[in-house]
Structure formats: C-alpha cells, structure tokens
C-alpha cells in the first residue's frame, strides 16, 4: 500500500520532468516554448522552428504535428492541452488561441487536395487557408476541423464533429457537417 502511494507520487513527478526534458529538446530544435510546458512521449513534430506554444500547454503522448512547408506557423496559446493520438497537418497557418481544449483523436488541416478532372488528384497540389481556435473553445473526441475554419471564442465541438465552415462564439455544433444544436449561456 506504501509502496504504490510512493510509486504513484515519484512516477508523476518523473512524467512532468520527462515531458519538460521533451519540451526543452524542442526547444534545441527551433521551437518557441514557454515554461512550464509538457511535451508527452512518443510525439513526432516535422519542422519544430515552425511551431510556438504558450506556457502552462501540455501536448499529450502520441500527437503528430506535421508542418509541411517551412514558411507554415503553428502558434498555440497558454494553458492549452492536447490530448494523445491527434494530429495537426499544416502547410499555412494554425492558430489556437488561450485555454483550448482538443480531446484525444482530433485531427485538424488547413489545406486540401485540388480535385480537377482533368488530372490526377496527386498532380495537383494543395491548396491553403489558415484555420483560428479562438480562446476557451472544447473540442470533443475525434472532431475534425477542416481549412478556412474559425471555432469563435467559448465553443464547444462535439465529438466526433467535422467542422466544414465557422462557428459562432458560444456555441455548440454537433454532426457531420457541424451544426449548431445550442448556444452557452451562464
């Protein structure tokens, strides 16, 4: 009984440092990270000078963050956690503002394939448009924001929600296609 109240307090204590250990290694490669910040294991980040994350933030084991271009930007603000085995996929701009929260398996894009019929969907490049997660904003399990999105301030995304256009502040939007189902009140 002892020895799993110590096991648990030093294994807790290990992990902060480890994924601070994690945060500073970034650091090392180019990416702009505030104190405090927690970066789990097993995450892989393409082009870390690309990326800035705000204090207290904690990316959780497993999340991909992959920057496709170099001239792309991924700015996350404070206090925001990312929970494990989401994925950003950017080649412009992800910005996410203060407080946010992702829940485990979202995946957020800002850029699409262009679908001619003329040629090959793989000959024809992407094309791009910056997505906006403003402050206090939730977004469920397995939600999906697609490019060109703003999720206004204090939303909340249901789980497993596609969000395809933008989203009011203050709202809930649920479904595929996200729509709106109710609004946040006090």
């Known amino acids: 009984m002892i020895f799993g ?9 290990l992990t902060v440092a480890l994924d601070r250990m994690r945060a500073h290694i970034l650091r090392w490669r180019g990416a702009r990270i505030s104190s405090r910040t927690r970066i789990g294991s097993r995450c892989i980040v393409h082009r870390p000078w690309c990326i800035a994350i705000g204090e ?6 497993n999340v991909f963050i992959k920057v496709v271009t170099d001239s792309a930007r991924i700015e996350l603000g404070r206090d925001v956690f990312i929970g494990f085995n989401t994925e950003f996929d950017i080649s412009e701009t992800l ?92």
Do not use: Y
């Open 5 to 13: 109240a110590i096991e648990r307090h030093f294994g807790e204590r």
């Open 56 to 61: 207290r933030s904690q990316v959780e084991h």
């Open 95 to 186: 910005h996410i503002g203060d407080g946010v929260l992702i829940a485990p398996g979202c995946f957020i894009t800002d850029h699409n394939h262009r679908r001619s019929a003329s040629r090959t969907i793989a000959s024809q490049g992407c094309d791009s448009k910056a997505v906006h997660i403003e402050d206090d904003v939730w977004l469920g399990a397995h939600a999906v924001v697609l490019p060109g999105v703003t999720i206004g301030r204090g939303s909340i995304v249901a789980a497993g929600a596609v969000v395809t256009c933008d989203v009011l502040p203050m709202s809930i939007v649920a479904g595929i296609p996200a729509r709106s189902i109710n609004v946040r009140t006090a």
